[in-house]
C-alpha cells in the first residue's frame, strides 16, 4: 500500500517532465508555447468571470429572499408523491445553476435531517447525479464561442431529471 502512496506522489512531477522532454525532443518552444497558453487562459477567465459573477449572485438572492423555500412548499404534494423531500427541492434548483452554492445547500440538510437519514443519503447522492446545466453551458459556450445550442438544454435538463430520478431509485433501496 505504501508503493502504490509513493507512486502517486510521483506521477504528476513525472508527466511534467515527459511533457516538457517531449516538447524539447520535438523542437517546440516548450516555455514560449506555455506562456501563451497561460495569456490565452486568462483571456478565457477574463471573459468567463462577468458570467460566474451574475449567476452567482442570482443563485444567491432568490436563496436569501426564501424563493426557493416557497418553491418547495408549492410543489410539496408533487415531490412527495416523487419520493423527494421537500427540502431537497431547493437543492436540485440551486444545483443547475451552482454546484458550490449548492454544496451550502447540502450543509444545510446535513445539519437539519442528518447526513445518515434519507434525505442526507438523497442529497449526497443527488449531488453526484446531477449537474449544473446552467453554469456549464454559459461558461463552456461562451469560451467556446458557441452562440447554436439547438438541443443542449433540453437534453442537460432530461438527464437532470434522470439522474434525479435514478437517486431517489438508489436512495430507497439504500434505506
Not at 84 to 110: E, H, M, R, Y
Not at 140 to 150: H, Q, S
Not at 155 to 167: F, H, R
Amino acid at each position: 500500500m505504501r508503493a502504490l502512496a509513493n507512486l502517486s506522489d510521483i506521477v504528476i512531477p513525472m508527466l511534467i517532465f515527459f511533457i516538457v522532454g517531449y516538447g524539447y525532443v520535438s523542437k517546440v518552444k516548450v516555455y514560449e508555447t506555455f506562456l501563451k497558453g497561460a495569456k490565452d487562459g486568462l483571456n478565457i477567465v477574463v471573459d468567463i468571470v462577468p458570467t460566474l459573477i451574475g449567476l452567482l449572485v442570482a443563485v444567491g438572492m432568490l436563496r436569501a429572499c426564501g424563493f426557493f423555500d416557497m418553491l418547495g412548499r408549492v410543489l410539496a404534494p408533487v415531490t412527495g408523491l416523487m419520493g423527494l423531500p421537500v427540502q431537497l427541492f431547493p437543492l436540485l434548483a440551486v444545483k443547475l445553476f451552482s454546484s458550490s452554492a449548492a454544496t451550502g445547500l447540502v450543509l444545510d440538510i446535513f445539519k437539519t435531517a442528518g447526513p445518515d437519514s434519507y434525505a442526507g443519503l438523497l442529497t449526497s447522492i443527488l449531488m453526484s447525479c446531477t449537474e449544473t446545466v446552467f453554469y456549464t453551458m454559459s461558461v463552456y459556450f461562451l469560451a467556446a464561442k458557441v452562440t447554436k445550442t439547438r438541443y443542449t438544454l433540453a437534453g442537460a435538463l432530461l438527464s437532470t431529471l434522470a439522474g434525479t430520478v435514478a437517486s431517489v431509485i438508489l436512495a430507497g433501496r439504500m434505506v
